[in-house]
């Protein structure tokens, strides 16, 4: 093992019941247990079986059964075989499966403490293009369900432009709310700019590009709103090189803040 990385240590957390960061899946049921009362839930029980622990969660005078496994990564949900139709949450240190099934609600419990930041990339139409040009703040739009505040939010133009040139942040949590553009409910929250793109990303840049074009939200041509914080390095790197002025802009950002 390198000496270096034998001597360093985790973050330190601000307002949890453990100094450091956790390394493993252990750390994380311990945080979660500090952090169950924050989302409504009693635990019924705890067990070494998939899944690893069963909740009840309170919503309107009623109590909801939540399937529970816990994970240090939330991709290794994936990697141990389990079934996503016998779950409903993972709680995990770090979400890095950004094709996780829809059904999964997905507890990232670094964000809880005001670390890193995701990406998300959300495809956007007429006439709701034309309003994005012109705004720097909305308290207001619509956001990946899992939105948290401080993640960065890339917008891609449909057809015709196919490309990302705005970049704005979440000033909030996502919530889900009546939506007012369309009939039931949406994931809403405010959002901030960031920078606007005057040499934007296209999606034939993204399919040319070595990595880029392998990416779920590349093959799937921007669909749905996908998270693309895995591949944020690559996407950072085009976005400064092409547009070297927002690079003290996005400094915050940069890929070794995640």
Request: charged content about 25%; some cysteine; hydrophobic content about 35%.
């Amino acid at each position: 093992m390198d000496k270096t990385i034998k001597h360093l240590r985790p973050e330190v957390l601000d307002g949890a019941p453990i100094r450091y960061a956790p390394v493993n899946e252990l750390g994380v049921v311990f945080l979660f247990a500090h952090l169950a009362k924050r989302w409504r839930l009693r635990v019924d029980s705890i067990q070494s079986g998939f899944p690893d622990c069963i909740a009840y969660q309170k919503t309107q005078g009623h109590e909801k059964k939540i399937r529970i496994e816990f994970e240090y990564q939330s991709k290794n949900f994936l990697t141990h075989g389990h079934d996503p139709n016998k779950c409903d949450w993972i709680v995990c240190w770090e979400h890095n499966w950004p094709d996780v099934p829809g059904r999964l609600h997905v507890v990232e419990l670094r964000r809880e403490f005001g670390l890193g930041f995701n990406v998300w990339i959300m495809p956007t139409n007429d006439p709701y293009k034309e309003e994005l040009e012109r705004i720097n703040v909305c308290s207001w739009w619509s956001l990946p369900s899992q939105c948290h505040k401080g993640d960065l939010i890339l917008f891609y133009f449909t057809r015709p432009e196919k490309y990302i040139a705005h970049i704005f942040t979440a000033t909030d949590r996502a919530q889900k709310v009546t939506a007012g553009w369309k009939t039931g409910k949406d994931y809403m929250g405010p959002i901030k700019r960031i920078c606007r793109l005057k040499a934007p990303i296209f999606l034939d840049d993204m399919k040319n590009h070595r990595i880029l074009s392998t990416a779920h939200f590349v093959r799937s041509r921007m669909q749905g709103r996908p998270n693309a914080t895995e591949y944020w390095p690559y996407l950072y790197d085009l976005i400064v090189r092409r547009n070297p002025s927002v690079k003290a802009k996005l400094g915050k950002y940069a890929p070794e803040n995640i």
